[in-house]
């Protein structure tokens, strides 16, 4: 069975300190990677996606930054956070190759003060 | 460009009764795939129903939905609310087999509260 963990699970951050959040997703090969951003109380924001390693596609930036290392692997960071950098963020995965359901990790819940 | 609309941000309703909730969308695509996604309090966002199909229902979980491409519609709804069905409701869209199908639009959600 797939697995997908995120971490960490929640962060507490300064204005204009770095961040780097990560997923990492087991018992599958070759998946479609998502960064998610879900503001308290607001709609879920597809940042970006990636189709496969080192292939970073963005949807909308928000000043952030996302890089796919490894086939398991995906990074959302940032070297400078905003206050509006809070929420939210969800990593999720779906098949190769048009695979239809998004399948979401727990998640990281980010306050920046 | 392509939108999801969710005109209800609150509903509540008694346990029992039935449950409707609204999705329209704007699209592009010409074949769109539509998506009900739940989210129960600190819990991640899980499927409940997709469709692709126009005029063809689909159930899951006592809820169903039907994909209605002359009017741009995907209401999810269920015969009778359970306490347990309390949750976040998101519509999403996405373009089946296309150049943009790695790009998922959700609507701004439906908070469901089922009271006793």
């Known amino acids: 069975a797939q697995t997908i963990h995120q971490w960490p699970v929640a962060e507490i951050k300064a204005v204009g300190s770095p961040l780097s959040l990560g997923c990492t997703i087991k018992?599958?090969?070759?998946?479609?990677l998502y960064w998610y951003w879900q503001a308290t109380g607001g709609t879920l924001q597809q940042l970006f996606y990636?189709?496969?390693?080192g292939q970073v596609e963005s949807v909308v930036q928000l000043n952030l930054s996302a890089s796919r290392p490894k086939d398991d692997q995906f990074i959302l960071s940032t070297e400078k956070l905003l206050l509006s950098h809070s929420g939210f963020y969800l990593c999720?995965?779906?098949?190769w190759g048009g695979g239809d359901t998004l399948y979401f990790g727990a998640g990281t819940r980010l306050s920046v003060l | 460009g392509d939108s999801v609309t969710q005109t209800e941000g609150l509903v509540t309703l008694t346990e029992g009764l039935p449950v409707m909730l609204n999705c329209t969308y704007q699209?592009?695509?010409?074949?769109?795939?539509l998506f009900w996604y739940v989210q129960h309090l600190n819990e991640s966002p899980r499927l409940l129903l997709k469709?692709?199909?126009?005029?063809k229902r689909t159930e899951h979980q006592g809820f169903h939905a039907t994909l209605h491409k002359s009017s741009s519609s995907f209401h999810l709804q269920k015969s009778s609310a359970q306490l347990s069905d309390s949750a976040l409701y998101y519509c999403?869209?996405?373009?089946?087999?296309?150049?943009?199908?790695?790009?998922?639009?959700f609507g701004s959600g439906t908070k469901l509260t089922v009271e006793p």
């Open positions: 990636s189709i496969t390693v």
């Open positions: 699209t592009i695509y010409s074949n769109p795939f």
């Open positions: 018992g599958k090969s070759s998946p479609n």
């Open positions: 999403a869209l996405s373009d089946r087999g296309g150049s943009n199908y790695n790009v998922l639009y």
């Open positions: 999720a995965w779906k098949d």
């Open positions: 469709s692709f199909t126009d005029n």
